[in-house]
Structure formats: C-alpha cells, structure tokens
C-alpha cells in the first residue's frame, strides 16, 4: 500500500521561498500521476500541481505558474514543489496526493499525506 509522508512547511515571509517534500514508500508507482493541493482555512481544497511519475510531463495552476516547480526524484521516491516569491495568499495547508486521473484535479486521488502548513506573512 502506498503511504505518502509530507515535510518541509514552515512561517515564511513574503517573497521568501519554501520546499516542499513528499516521501513515497510501499506498492510500485510508477505509472503514477502525482500532485500537490492546497486547503486555506475557511475555502475549498485546490490544485496546485501535478507531475507524471514516469513521464515527469507537468502542470500548475495559474495561480502558481512561474513561481512554484513540482518535481521528481525517482531514486528517491521523492516529489518536491519548490516555492519561490511566496505570497501571503499562498497560506494554506499542502498536500500531496497519489492515483491521479488527471494533470488538473484530484480526480481518481487515492492516497494522500497528512498535511504539512504553510504559512506567509506579509
């Protein structure tokens, strides 16, 4: 079964960046689509990214295009986002997640992490 372990969240100022990391362990992925989503208090879980395990093929949502990258470490069952020029509005709790139908959505989504919180002070 595949479990997934976020880390890398933190109290940032803005315009400061942040890594985050999701460890992949258990059943082969490889045929995987992976993301990050992301959970302010008060609103909807969102998009945020979305990379092929294989194919390393990505996707971002608008709102994090050109500052935020999502990649892979396949030797070290590893996904990352790196966020750069972090925006108040990027508060939220992140979370990766696994099982992917799609490079867009949560569709199809059948295991996630626990979450790890990120937050920007402006």
């Known amino acids: 079964q595949v479990q997934l372990a976020e880390s890398g969240g933190g109290l940032v100022q803005a315009g400061d960046s942040l890594r985050l990391s999701c460890e992949v362990s258990g059943r082969s992925f490889s045929s995987y689509i992976m993301g990050w989503f992301r959970q302010a208090a008060g609103k909807e879980r969102e998009f945020v990214a979305a990379v092929g395990w294989r194919s390393g093929s990505t996707n971002y949502a608008d709102s994090v295009k050109g500052r935020f990258t999502i990649s892979r470490d396949n030797a070290k069952n590893t996904m990352y986002l790196q966020m750069n020029s972090l925006k108040p509005e990027d508060t939220a709790v992140y979370y990766c997640?696994?099982?992917?139908?799609?490079?867009?959505?949560?569709?199809?989504?059948?295991?996630w992490g626990q979450g790890t919180q990120v937050t920007v002070s402006s």
């Open positions: 997640a696994a099982g992917l139908r799609s490079y867009r959505d949560d569709a199809g989504a059948n295991k």
